[in-house]
């Protein structure tokens, strides 16, 4: 017996160990033996690469490999793999990109099967078809519930770091204020207060272009001498000609209590931004709240906005969400990710600048809503967008996207008794969401 020969009975035997080729007559598997290579493999040489075009499946004869999916700048394990395991499958058979990275984690063998020869395997029988089905259907599963996990993870994440983004810039100009408020508070008591204190114009008009507030600005300097108190007596609604009929030992007094004003007012403004955004995340993740009840997708909606507005900050956003929509029956927090992923995917589609428009209308046929979400992004080929919602679906490169965002979206759409569909065009892209009033039983 030759060596050659006596190899290929090993791996014969090795294949017929494994549930997938165990019920194969010796002829087809010495056929695909014959149509595979048997390639050695270093430590953390890859036999896989996440996002390239498949060209082979691979059976796994000796040493183990780590399976891993890239998720923004962080390589996700999804899983290690032995002895008769497959690996590559699901993208071989689809002829599509490869959805993770398969690398050798010590010395390993494998036995490589080009996608030619893949056709040929399906038609050795159907216990093998179906056994090569069942198992990309279980890895698929598998790798969507983890990714399932990660990708709730990474929307924390990106929530969290925009959300301290946005509180960032109020609480800074808080503590901005408060220190100057402090500095205001004491000019103003180190001066002689007049009894009574001269009051603005009610009736004043504020300046209505950049330029008429430079002028104002200059004749104020002129009466007071200090382009703060110039600035904070503008504010407070003075003007040259009512600023000048005050006594110039007041004028001083009149700018500390105007600029103490002015502080106060941006410090109740930096405040408020603060409460709104607190406001805008409890309601978007509907804390203690029960999961489904009657909403008003409207409130979703800006709450989604007010979450993403820090990823919004160079888009032309235009809303109109209609006064007559009824409440809905949902799970409120499910549709606010829904919103989400879709506001998200747009802006990344116009590479972060262009219009997105979003409109809340009552249903076609009067019973529930319909929120449409379009962007001026690039047109969407037709070949993408049948595919749009499938698992692991994207077009952007490994690592930006797992290609289960709209999958979810349109799950969850699903799950309400609802539909989402897509048209697209030069310019003009809108995801259009139905929802019925109540939720299918």
Not at 117 to 143: D, K, Q
Not at 194 to 202: I, N, R, Y
Not at 253 to 260: I, M
């Amino acid at each position: 017996m030759s060596h050659e020969h006596l190899r290929t009975a090993e791996i014969i035997e090795r294949l017929r160990a494994t549930p997938l080729f165990g019920g194969l007559a010796d002829a087809p598997l010495e056929r695909l033996v014959a149509m595979g290579d048997v390639v050695d493999l270093e430590p953390g040489e890859a036999i896989i690469v996440e996002g390239d075009t498949a060209d082979a499946l691979y059976v796994i004869l000796e040493g183990e490999l780590k399976v891993t999916k890239r998720s923004g700048s962080n390589e996700v394990d999804l899983a290690v793999v032995g002895p008769g395991e497959l690996q590559g499958e699901i993208a071989a058979l689809e002829g599509g990109r490869r959805l993770a990275t398969v690398r050798a984690i010590g010395a390993a063998e494998v036995l490589r099967i080009p996608v030619e020869a893949i056709r040929e395997l399906l038609a050795a029988g159907p216990e093998v078809a179906l056994g090569v089905i069942g198992t990309a259907v279980s890895r698929l599963r598998a790798m969507e519930s983890l990714l399932r996990a990660r990708e709730k993870l990474a929307g924390l994440g990106t929530l969290a770091a925009g959300l301290a983004h946005e509180l960032n810039n109020p609480a800074a100009a808080a503590r901005r204020s408060v220190v100057a408020l402090g500095e205001a508070i004491a000019a103003a008591e180190s001066l002689p207060r007049p009894v009574p204190p001269p009051q603005p114009p009610g009736d004043t008009r504020p300046p209505r272009t950049a330029l008429e507030r430079a002028d104002r600005m200059s004749e104020l300097e002129s009466l007071i001498s200090d382009p703060q108190a110039a600035s904070a007596l503008l504010a407070a609604g003075w003007t040259p000609q009512s600023l000048a009929n005050v006594a110039p030992d007041v004028r001083p007094w009149l700018a500390a209590d105007a600029a103490v004003r002015q502080l106060l007012g941006e410090l109740t403004m930096a405040l408020e931004r603060i409460g709104e955004i607190v406001a805008a995340v409890k309601g978007y993740t509907y804390l203690d709240q029960a999961p489904v009840q009657r909403i008003d997708v409207r409130i979703g909606i800006e709450q989604t906005l007010v979450i993403l507005r820090h990823r919004l900050r160079d888009v032309d956003l235009a809303i109109d969400l209609a006064d007559d929509l009824p409440e809905i029956e949902a799970y409120g927090s499910e549709l606010n990710q829904v919103w989400t992923n879709i506001v998200d995917n747009a802006i990344d589609a116009m590479d972060g600048a262009g219009r997105i428009e979003i409109r809340a209308e009552r249903a076609p046929d009067g019973d529930g809503v319909r929120v449409s979400i379009c962007n001026s992004g690039p047109p969407i080929p037709d070949d993408v967008r049948l595919r749009l919602f499938e698992p692991f679906y994207t077009t952007k490169e490994p690592g930006r996207g797992t290609g289960l965002g709209l999958h979810i979206s349109h799950n969850v759409v699903v799950r309400h008794g609802g539909s989402i569909d897509v048209s697209s065009a030069a310019g003009r892209t809108c995801f259009a969401v139905t929802l019925p009033e109540r939720l299918n039983p």
